[in-house]
T-cell receptor, first 117, second 112 residues
Framework: GAVVSQHPSWVICKSGTSVKIECRSLDFQATTMFWYRQFPKQSLMLMATSNEGSKATYEQGVEKDKFLINHASLTLSTLTVTSAHPEDSSFYIC?????????????FGSGTQLSVL | QKEVEQDPGPLSVPEGAIVSLNCTYSNSAFQYFMWYRQYSRKGPELLMYTYSSGNKEDGRFTAQVDKSSKYISLFIRDSQPSDSATYLCAMTQETSGSRLTFGEGTQLTVNP
């Protein structure tokens, strides 16, 4: 299957700092990538849809100024958590759609555990 | 009411047992149905993918979709300890873009 690489796997930061998470599609081009957030023992919550060359589409309740998304190329999307606070501590996962022949299959990165002190 | 309902478990079975995992949904427009396996602190891994109603088999895994009942199932035969994980159902109505709606996930433990 298609490979999606996500870095870093773990990050610990102080409150008030910004953290950048990278998501790369390694063997395919992805015009669309998705960012999810997952709290312990809960399902994945879609935060935003990242579109190459255009602005991201955020889900209701997600602060676009806090969670900055950049999809500068067909293989890379980044999520920056700005001025992180302890309540932002969570597991963040990206995913990408390899497109043809089946558009509906999503492949996920390995996730990033963010801990804000 | 959630669009997708899934019993979170936990579900514990002995090695070799047949495992049945299920989801129900309310949106009749859903056309594409998936099962993902997620190990602790890892990204979900696509296990099975089904379009519309019917069955699909892949090794020890069988996925069933009954759109008339808005009910999907995943069966695991000859379960192994390595199958211990959280299983998430997901579905979408879109032909592109893959904006998925996930179930809550069922935590499965297979005991040796």
């Amino acid at each position: 299957g298609a490979v999606v690489s996500q870095h870093p796997s773990w990050v610990i930061c102080k409150s008030g700092t910004s953290v950048k998470i990278e998501c790369r599609s390694l063997d395919f081009q992805a015009t669309t990538m998705f960012w999810y957030r997952q709290f312990p023992k809960q399902s994945l919550m879609l935060m935003a849809t990242s579109n190459e060359g255009s602005k991201a589409t955020y889900e209701q309740g997600v602060e676009k100024d806090k969670f900055l998304i950049n999809h500068a190329s067909l293989t890379l999307s980044t999520l920056t958590v700005t001025s992180a606070h302890p309540e932002d501590s969570s597991f963040y996962i990206c995913s990408a759609n390899p497109g043809q022949p089946v558009n509906e299959k999503l492949f996920f990165g390995s996730g990033t555990q963010l801990s804000v002190l | 009411q959630k669009e997708v309902e899934q019993d979170p478990g936990p579900l514990s079975v002995p090695e070799g047992a047949i495992v049945s995992l299920n989801c129900t949904y309310s949106n009749s427009a859903f056309q594409y149905f998936m099962w993902y396996r997620q190990y602790s602190r890892k990204g979900p891994e696509l296990l099975m993918y089904t379009y519309s109603s019917g069955n699909k088999e892949d090794g020890r895994f069988t996925a069933q979709v009954d759109k008339s009942s808005k009910y999907i199932s995943l069966f695991i035969r000859d379960s192994q300890p390595s199958d211990s994980a959280t299983y998430l159902c997901a579905m979408t109505q879109e032909t592109s873009g893959s904006r998925l709606t996930f179930g809550e996930g069922t935590q499965l433990t297979v005991n040796p």
